[in-house]
């Protein structure tokens, strides 16, 4: 269930704005695909060394929810950026 979002209205950004905006794309692209080589590199190690599943398992279960918590953070900020509220 996606809610709809609507522009509060026109949106100005200044050029400092943009960049700043980018950079919070590129930490969150940055994070996301760090998360996403622990869980490949957890699923190795537990295919390689079995008797360490245990020990990985706790690491391979923290990275998605910690990607969809950058995610939803840059997502709050994107939207506050352009003025953008659920209707």
Known sequence: MSASYRPSGPVTLTEDQILALHRRLRDMRHDVNGRLANIAAAAELMRMRP?????????????????????????????????????
């Not at 998605?64 to 506050?80: L, V, Y």
């Open 51 to 87: 008797e360490t599943t245990a020990e990985r398992l706790k690491v391979l279960l923290e990275q998605p929810h910690q990607a969809a918590e950058a995610i939803s953070h840059f997502s709050r900020d994107f939207e506050t950026a352009f003025g953008l509220s659920a209707d």
